[in-house]
């Protein structure tokens, strides 16, 4: 009996430790599952979604011959190159019973596609919607001959929708360190994706191969736990697995920093795409002012990563990439007349020559709100402008973000017009009715743009003193009617002496007697001007001849 009492004790303590906080829940914005989102009710727009379609037409073709001609044949359906391939022996999947140092996972994926396969385990999937993120399928078993059917799986999102990606549908890429069986001793880095994390805090639980020229890395270790302390071991490629079991022997380091970039990327979007719509569903489809603030944090955010704002930097060597990856990575890429392109890359000190992603050209981006990207256009058009940049986008040098304007205004379809700027609203300009007849037929008058969202406009006062006047003493104006304009300085210990470089000229004045002009004078004395004086004196004087506005003719 008391041992019952013990493990039902223990068991709840355990409950209580796994039940989410108050702290934790209050970060669960919204719920994904529901109105307005509904992302199960959703209907995939992806490229597996078009992929089965095809297959269900009669337009495709899988290989079923043996487990990797299934893959292979899958692969080249998707567009995605095996070259992409990184391996993984952490248990962080669906399979992880069977995910270890002995049975690595592969990884291949291209710009909004990645699938996962494990030596004699099952294909999973990962394909961007435009509008709702990843969706997530599993396909059944292999079996010879026939063609495995995925379907939607609702239990990725343990992980997938979870505080690693505040709770909306995610991407995630762990680091840790993992024991033979495959379970995490030690964690690296957690709930954070993108380029911003140093590479010596990436790469656990990973292979890695290349000439990545990395003295520090977490990668192709293993350990184990013994009386409390962790003893690490080598687990480099090959060691404790068969690589031929796989398409290729190698998890080159280039496709590790393509891979990290791109989910850094993919989660910054769709965490604003779902807080977007959520607030405006909550307004009415309108924005609050809170809410306005909230989304503007979050586009700047993006536009910082968006160009490399806090890339993590490469080893002084730099790195050297695979040739079949960069090959293939390119082949697609988008160029200007002149040859550039955002697919080119620099890997001496940073990861592409041009900091600006290439994520903007896939469906993701181009279908995205347009309240969204305007947004982001605007804060990036802030740190793209030649001269005033903010303190966190002054990274670029001047060359560069010319270069990277001249890129976007030549393959963005839908940059705003005048490069990466806010949105812009088209204002017709119409003559005053009174002027209507002497003006010609109207002409297509030039656009004038309004900034999204509208900047606070300050109207500075129409006199500014003198600021050397004011420190040297508090000054006063007096002004009356009939009495010329006095400055009166009152002198005291406290004010510090004249300066001869800067004489004080207002106190030199105060301290001479005033003197009254003629003019002044006989201003004093002057009656004032009767209606019979003003209609006299209007009388006297020629009417000005009047022009027409264009022709020119005289009017009398």
């Not at 961007?128 to 059917?149: A, L, S």
Request: some cysteine; charged content about 25%; aromatic content about 8%.
């Amino acid at each position: 009996m008391r041992l019952t009492l013990k493990a039902v004790a223990y068991l709840a303590a355990l409950t209580a430790l796994s039940a989410p906080t108050p702290s934790s829940s209050a970060e669960r914005l919204f719920n994904f599952r529901e109105a307005p989102h509904s992302y199960f009710e959703h209907k995939p727009n992806d490229r597996l979604a078009r992929l089965q379609a095809d297959l269900a037409a009669g337009k495709a073709e899988l290989d079923t011959s043996s487990d990797n001609a299934f893959l292979v044949s899958i692969l080249k359906a998707l567009e995605i190159p095996v070259s992409s391939q990184i391996l993984v022996f952490s248990a962080t999947s669906l399979q992880s019973e069977i995910i270890n140092p002995r049975n690595p996972r592969a990884l291949y994926f291209n710009d909004d596609t990645y699938l996962g396969w494990v030596p004699g385990g099952r294909v999973e999937v990962s394909a961007i919607d435009p509008e709702m993120g990843p969706m997530f399928y599993v396909y059944e078993r292999f079996t010879p001959g026939r063609i495995p059917v995925p379907e939607r799986s609702t239990r990725c999102f343990a992980c997938h929708a979870g505080t690693a990606t505040n709770y909306v549908p995610g991407l995630i890429a762990d680091s840790v360190l993992v024991s033979m069986a495959g379970s995490s001793l030690q964690t690296f880095r957690r709930d954070e994706q993108g380029h911003q994390i140093p590479l010596e805090s990436r790469f656990g639980g990973w292979l890695l191969t290349g000439k990545h020229n990395l003295t520090k890395h977490e990668a192709n270790v293993a350990g184990k736990s013994d009386a409390g302390k962790i003893e690490r071991f080598d687990a480099s490629p090959g060691r404790f697995s068969d690589l031929s079991l796989h398409l290729r022997p190698t998890s080159d380091i280039l496709p590790h920093l393509v891979h990290e970039h791109q989910l850094g990327f993919e989660n910054r979007l769709f965490q604003m795409s779902y807080l977007l719509r959520q607030r405006k569903h909550e307004g009415k489809g309108r924005l609050t002012p809170e809410a306005e603030k909230e989304i503007d944090a979050l586009a700047a955010d993006l536009a910082r990563y968006i160009l490399f704002a806090n890339e993590a930097p490469l080893p002084p060597k730099g790195i050297e990439g695979d040739p079949d990856f960069i090959r293939d990575f390119q082949s697609k890429k988008v160029t200007t007349r002149s040859g550039h392109s955002l697919k080119d890359f620099d890997l001496k000190t940073r990861l592409f020559k041009y900091r600006c992603t290439y994520m903007l050209y896939t469906d993701s981006w181009k279908d995205a709100p347009k309240d969204l990207k305007n947004r982001v256009y605007l804060h990036m058009a802030q740190g793209l402008k030649e001269s005033g940049t903010p303190r966190d986008l002054s990274h670029l040098p001047v060359s560069e973000r010319l270069a990277i304007r001249t890129i976007l205004k030549e393959t963005l379809p839908d940059l705003p017009p005048g490069g990466a700027k806010s949105p812009q609203k088209v204002v017709q300009v119409l003559p005053p009715a009174n002027l209507a007849p002497f003006i010609p037929a109207a002409k297509h008058f030039r656009p004038r743009f309004r900034p999204f969202p509208p900047p606070s406009h300050k109207i500075s006062p129409p006199h500014t003193p003198n600021p050397i006047h004011q420190t040297l003493c508090s000054c006063k104006e007096t002004r009356n009617k009939n009495v010329p304009v006095t400055v009166q300085c009152p002198q005291s210990s406290s004010s510090p002496p004249d300066n001869p470089l800067l004489p004080h000229r207002s106190s030199a004045r105060a301290a001479r007697p005033q003197r009254q002009s003629r003019t002044q004078t006989k201003i004093k004395q002057a009656k004032p001007h009767t209606n019979q004086t003003h209609e006299k004196i209007a009388r006297t004087r020629p009417l000005p001849l009047r022009r027409h506005l264009h022709h020119g003719r005289r009017i009398p």
